[in-house]
Each structure stands twice: as structure tokens, then as C-alpha cells.
């Protein structure tokens, strides 16, 4: 059947729990959980395998901005109530666990998890945070108070709490700010509106997008050195929504509340600044506010979530539309790739952003996961769900579409 002929793409799953518009998802446990935070503070881990919650809890005040994993067990969530938290939940702590899901609440106050770390942060940008691993940074710190080894160290980028348009680096588990990135004052950007954070060879660079339309990256060549601006451009009339950046770290992709994608360049600290610099690629898709990028693992599709309700996927090396995905009556906010799963079991791409590096302390999880030959029902389950080609998107409506795409 000619593909102009072909019925509209439904999605593989829906998770229908949250009461309010969702508004970040990410996939953990390697693919066997996705965790879903909503406008009301509200987090869902839901087991892929069996599409229902195993832990419900009300992590912040108002809204969630962000959320990822820093180690299997710990759970970092960004809410609007200036809080940024560290959550240790484990598959074992699950039993302990309420799934009472937020639409079901009467009420109750549902059990949260054990709670590591929390700091005030500023969330009067509406930018979530953005995280690495640190390099620098001792290994297996552990807690005076707790007989546990804490994860590997790592940096956290959020607005800065004074300056709108500058950038905090803080590191986590000492909880100190170990860097500011001032505004830059030649340009009126205005609030940062969203940030990534990664290691490049021995640097470490920090992308902003802002509210002016402008993209910036600073480079660091050292723990205290002075931040440089090694790229700016302003593809963008409308403030940026969100950026992404490939595993291979060599460009990244901003979108807008206007209906442009830019692609740009990463340059390193010892490249030369120039005022005329320019985006690699620049799409007028005619599509306005598209958020919520994301880079799948294995960089060769990205996906953004529409405000006319459609999830959109693209080819990352051609920027070329390859799908329209429509199922949501309302607006979506967010969009998450599960991580591509090669044959040895590990996660293809992740190079220090969100997989932990690999130490004897860890190798064990990387080798269990290869675990011996898959022969009951359970398993199979199990191993399908985690090498499922899962693109989810969460919408006003409340609800999570699972679509199982390429």
C-alpha cells in the first residue's frame, strides 16, 4: 500500500495516570522503567514491561522541569518550587512504594523516597537543569552518616539565582557552586531558557539557549579557569525551548517557540571567536513551538513535542522530517528516547552525560545485564520491553503515548 495510503501511526501504549499536563519524561533502569513528572509535582516510575506504576510519589510543589537518573538508584527531579532534589529509590525499594497514581489521589500523602540531596536553586527561567558526570572529581565518596558508597560525582548547570542570564555550576554530592557564567552584557539575551552541560575531551562546555532567540556555548579548559564564549548565534525570533546535543558531541540542535530547528556547532576553547559565526543547518519547519528536543542514543534521529499536538521526528544528519505522530487531542511538552541497547547489552552513545563511567564498582550491573539465556515468561518480557525502540511523549492531556518508532 502506497505510504499516502497507509492509516495514521497509533502508538504501541498509553500510560493514563496524571492529573495535570506532563511535562518531563526520561527512561531508566536500562529501559525497564520510564519516570514521568507532571505540572503538579507529581512523579510516576512506570515498569515498562507491565505498563503500570511502581512508585507514585508528590516530589515538589509546583511543576516539574526536569528529571534524569545519576546512578541506577538515584533520581534527580527540578521542580518550580526553586528545589532541585536527589531521590535514592531502587527496583527493591519499589515494594515499599505507593502506586496510587495521581488521578486516583484523594488526598493521601503518598510515601516519598529516600531523600539524598536537596538544593534552591532558581526556576523563575522555566529552564530545567542540565547534568554530567565529573571527571575531576574523586571516586566512591562516602557518606560519614550513611553506610553507603554515594554515585559517581557530578556537575549540575542551572540559572543563576541572581543573574537570570548567567549560569550556576554546581557539583554534586558536596553540594557547593564550583563555577558562575556571567551574562554576557554586549547582548541583550535576556532569561536562559534551557542548558546542557558535557565534558569534551579536557574541557567542559556549557550550551545556553536564551530568551532572546540567541545560542550560546562557553568552553572552561580547566576546573577555575575563565569561561569562554566560543560560539553565538541567533537563529531564533521567538526564546528558545530546548537544545540537544548527539553523543558523538559534535554539534547540537536548538528549537524555538517560533517554527525554526538550527543546528550548530561545537567549538573548542583554543578556536576562535567570531561575531559572524553561523548555525550549520537552519529549518523553517512552519510548525511553531516545537519543545522538549531529544537526541536518541545512538544519534541518528531526533524528536520534538508540538504545541498542535503532534510529536515530530526527524533525521539528525539531514534535519529531514521522517514522521508526524498525531494522537494527542492537546499540546505536548516533552518527548524521551529509550537508549538504543547494542548486542552486548550496553547503551550505544552517553558519553559521560547520563551513563555512569565504568568502574569494578559498576562493571557488575554492565555484565548482569547480558544475564543468562532468557527462558521465562517474565524475561521476556523483561528483555523486550528494554529493547523496544521506545519514543514517549507526554502531552496537557496527562497522558504518555509509547510510540515504537525506526
Not at 500500500?1 to 536500562?30: E, I, K, S, W
Not at 535576556?190 to 568552553?219: C, R, W
Not at 561575531?275 to 550549520?280: A, R, V
Not at 534535519?319 to 541497547?341: N, P, R
Request: net charge negative.
Amino acid at each position: 500500500m502506497p505510504p499516502q495510503h497507509l492509516p495514521p501511526a497509533q502508538p504501541a501504549y498509553v500510560l493514563r495516570g496524571h492529573a495535570a499536563q506532563v511535562h518531563a519524561l526520561n527512561f531508566t533502569h536500562d529501559n525497564s522503567r520510564v519516570l514521568t513528572g507532571d505540572a503538579e509535582g507529581w512523579i510516576i516510575s512506570w515498569s515498562l514491561a507491565y505498563k503500570r506504576p511502581v512508585a507514585v510519589w508528590k516530589a515538589h510543589h509546583g511543576a516539574i522541569l526536569g528529571l534524569t537518573c545519576w546512578s541506577q538508584d538515584c533520581i534527580i527531579t527540578h521542580g518550580r518550587d526553586n528545589k532541585l532534589i536527589v531521590w535514592k529509590i531502587s527496583t527493591e525499594d519499589e515494594n515499599d512504594m505507593d502506586t496510587t497514581l495521581p488521578i486516583e489521589n484523594q488526598g493521601e500523602v503518598a510515601k516519598q523516597p529516600w531523600l539524598l540531596h536537596i538544593l534552591d536553586v532558581n526556576t523563575l527561567n522555566f529552564c530545567s537543569f542540565a547534568m554530567c558526570y565529573d571527571a575531576a572529581s574523586s571516586r566512591d565518596i562516602v557518606s560519614r552518616e550513611v553506610d553507603i558508597v554515594r554515585p559517581y560525582p557530578i556537575l549540575i548547570a542551572v540559572p543563576n539565582t541572581i543573574d537570570s542570564g548567567g549560569v550556576d555550576i554546581l557539583q554534586l554530592p558536596s553540594e557547593n557552586r564550583v563555577s558562575v557564567i556571567k551574562a554576557d552584557k554586549s547582548i541583550n539575551t535576556g532569561m536562559v531558557m534551557a542548558l546542557d552541560l558535557h565534558p569534551k575531551q579536557n574541557e567542559l562546555q556549557v550550551i545556553a539557549g536564551y530568551e532572546s532567540g540567541h545560542t550560546m556555548v562557553f568552553s572552561q579548559k580547566s576546573r577555575g579557569a575563565v569561561w569562554q564564549k566560543v560560539y553565538s548565534a541567533q537563529p531564533h525570533t521567538q526564546p528558545v525551548l530546548s537544545l540537544a546535543m548527539p553523543p558523538l558531541q559534535d554539534y547540537y540542535i536548538t528549537s524555538s517557540a517560533d517554527a525554526i530547528l538550527a543546528k550548530h556547532p561545537l567549538p573548542f576553547s583554543n578556536s576562535t571567536f567570531h561575531e559572524d559565526m553561523k548555525p550549520l543547518n537552519v529549518l523553517q519547519t512552519k510548525h511553531s513551538g516545537q519543545q522538549g528536543l531529544q537526541i536518541r542514543s545512538d544519534g541518528k534521529i531526533f524528536a520534538t513535542a508540538g504545541w498542535d499536538a503532534r510529536v515530530r521526528v526527524y533525521s539528525a544528519k539531514t534535519m529531514k522530517e521522517l514522521a508526524v505522530l498525531k494522537w494527542h487531542k492537546e499540546g505536548c511538552y516533552a518527548t524521551a528516547f529509550a537508549g538504543i541497547i547494542d548486542s552486548s547489552g550496553d547503551r550505544e552513545g552517553d558519553f559521560g552525560k547520563t551513563a555512569e563511567p565504568e568502574t569494578s564498582d559498576n562493571l557488575g550491573v554492565s555484565l548482569a545485564r547480558l544475564g543468562p539465556t532468557v527462558t521465562t515468561v517474565e524475561q521476556r518480557r523483561d528483555q523486550k520491553a528494554q529493547s523496544t525502540h521506545w519514543l514517549a511523549a507526554g502531552s496537557k492531556d496527562g497522558k504518555i503515548s509509547l510510540w515504537d518508532v525506526y
